[in-house]
């Protein structure tokens, strides 16, 4: 009797909502200790996955053939192959389940497989750090975080495809001039933006021009520069105002703001309320949730 193998888009879950689901980031671990560190034969039909693992061991399982994996690696799954994986309890490492459509250069053609990495070469590096802000990104849920995780996805599939093929990576890698502009704007904006610095400093410090810094960031992500940097102080503005009883001075002052009034304008014409309505509303949907 033939064995039937099942098609998921998260291994376990059935859903029936795959037109809204775009991309999703956890740790191997989560999913695979809850199958006693194996995850069974199975496939996906529109979903591709990267499975970075930087520590720990393993096996993968592609359509009958047995792999090791020996971080650091890469394993990517493309939209077809039957699949499995059997983990040590010490893995470490991130899953990345995202939308086949969203990256047509890993789908023509391409078979399941483990990419050894060079641990100590610099794509190694940038691709360890860009796995690690794509958990970041998706965890925080700030604004214009699909923007920039489409960015940093594209920089995945780039370094994949010049890790697992060289000579071809001129004609495959996919991150254009300005994703690479946009991406390093939001990490000098996370390491600044309480220094409060203007769109026209971040983009001395990034080599370019305000306006032309203004026009890659609005192809990247339909915003401005200075929404993205604002965007961040509003962010953080918003977790302190829920989550500690500092007054809204302190977290103006902290922020970098000038004064609490231009801050309560800012924060009331990014979020449609003022900064005290706003812990109200917050401390309100804690209260009922308790």
């Not at 300005?178 to 026209?200: D, K, Y």
Request: hydrophobic share 40%; charged share 20%; proline share 4%.
């Amino acid at each position: 009797m033939s064995r039937t193998i099942p098609t998921y888009d998260l291994f376990g879950e059935d859903r029936d909502d795959s037109a809204h689901f775009q991309l999703h980031c956890e740790t191997i671990a989560s999913r695979s200790s809850a199958y006693h560190w194996e995850i069974g034969l199975h496939r996906h039909e529109h979903f591709l996955q990267f499975l970075y693992i930087w520590d720990g061991s393993g096996d993968a399982m592609f359509d009958g053939a047995t792999k090791p994996l020996k971080p650091p690696c890469v394993v990517f799954i493309p939209p077809g192959p039957v699949h499995g994986f059997r983990f040590s309890q010490d893995i470490a490492g991130l899953v990345i389940t995202v939308m086949a459509a969203k990256l047509p250069s890993l789908q023509a053609g391409r078979e399941a497989q483990v990419i050894l990495l060079d641990a100590s070469g610099p794509d190694t590096v940038y691709l360890d750090q860009t796995f690690h802000r794509i958990a970041e990104e998706y965890d925080a849920a700030r604004p214009g975080r699909t923007t920039i995780l489409d960015a940093y996805l594209s920089v995945v599939a780039g370094l994949v495809l010049r890790s697992d093929s060289p000579a071809s990576a001129s004609a495959d890698i996919v991150v254009d001039d300005a994703q690479r502009h946009v991406i390093a704007l939001n990490e000098l904006i996370g390491r600044h933006f309480r220094q409060q610095m203007t769109a026209a400093e971040y983009a001395a410090r990034l080599g370019l021009s305000p306006t032309h810094l203004n026009r890659v960031v609005r192809r990247v992500t339909g915003m401005t520069a200075h929404d993205m940097i604002i965007g961040r102080s509003i962010d953080e503005a918003r977790r302190a105002l829920a989550l500690t009883g500092a007054s809204i001075q302190h977290i103006s002052e902290n922020l970098g703001f000038s004064d609490a009034t231009y801050f309560s304008r800012c924060f009331r014409q990014r979020t449609g309320m003022s900064p005290s309505d706003y812990r109200r509303a917050q401390r309100s949907q804690q209260t009922d949730a308790a």
